[in-house]
């Protein structure tokens, strides 16, 4: 039996979709010979009295397009009433979601020794290098900031970051190393097991004297291996220890990869500020 339409249909025709107020800058970094690709969204709406609120995003290419819809979505009241804020996500100049090897240097602590291999299933390839995290932290906090700063009412008490996976291993790394550059924290599914566990004892020894209440969402998985949950259990026990305003959610049959979007969304969702009322 042929199905009869009302009308005709067209030929497919390939989507192509724009993101509206926003755009990216390639940024080179003296030493590099790639540049990388800094996505920037900017809210349709006024600036509240103090600023917009900046969330900063590893993985650019993979999550931009998500964290500014989804800020977007939470100003409306009946979906969570959240400052709108502006979105900076650096990524690389790639038409895929991840550059595996420059991620690999990038969001990778430095280390008086050369690291252990990563994990087997990346094995094939064979030009990794490894922290670059100092050099990255520099880009976004000395370089892009003041940059932004420049050009929009920011609210530099309301500077959020947000990473998945090494980028989570990145985001632990800074809340370690420079905890006051951020107002608040999100990492996912963070790459604790990273050579060895190098990081696991510096978060486990860090002094609290500027930890105190500073918010951490962390995000894992319950599908994930089973020592990327425990990692997660165990950093969330340190970090309560020593005073965070730290929370731990476990989403149950999300894997390594399906959890990031969810994640995401979490964050925004908890470290955005509230929304001021309107004034009479």
């Known amino acids: 039996m042929i199905q009869a339409y009302a009308q005709d249909i067209s030929k497919p025709q390939p989507v192509t979709y724009t993101l509206p107020n926003s755009y990216y800058v390639d940024w080179l970094v003296e030493g590099q010979v790639s540049p990388y690709r800094v996505f920037v969204s900017i809210p349709d709406a006024p600036a509240p009295e103090e600023g917009f609120p900046v969330v900063y995003l590893l993985d650019g290419n993979a999550f931009f397009s998500s964290a500014a819809t989804v800020s977007q ?5 009946r979906a969570g009433g959240k400052q709108p804020a502006i979105i900076v996500a650096v990524g690389y100049p790639i038409d895929g979601l991840y550059d595996i090897e420059r991620r690999w240097y990038d ?8 690291p252990k291999a990563p994990l087997k299933h990346m094995d094939r390839f064979k030009n990794i290098q490894y922290g670059g995290a100092n050099a990255l932290q520099e880009l976004l ?3 892009i900031r003041p940059w932004l700063a420049q050009q929009y009412a920011i609210n530099e008490q309301q500077q959020i970051l947000f990473g998945h996976s090494l980028g989570g291993l990145f985001t632990l790394y800074t809340l370690h190393t420079r905890p006051d550059a951020f107002a608040a924290f ?5 790459s604790l097991w990273w050579n060895e566990g190098y990081l696991k004892p510096l978060l486990e020894q860090q002094s609290p004297e500027h930890l105190k209440d500073k918010p951490l969402l962390m995000v894992v998985g319950g599908d994930e291996m089973d020592f990327m949950i425990s990692d997660a259990k165990l ?3 340190w970090f309560s220890e020593q005073g965070l305003h730290s929370e731990l959610r476990e989403l149950p049959y999300m894997n390594h990869g399906a959890v990031s979007l969810p994640a995401l969304t979490m964050a925004l969702q908890v470290l955005l500020p509230e929304a001021q009322p309107a004034t009479p």
């Open 186 to 190: 999100a990492a996912a599914s963070p």
């Open 107 to 114: 969001l990778t602590p430095p280390t008086p020794e050369t």
């Open 235 to 237: 950093a969330q026990q």
């Open 141 to 143: 906090i000395e370089q």
């Open 73 to 77: 979505t939470l100003t409306h009241e």
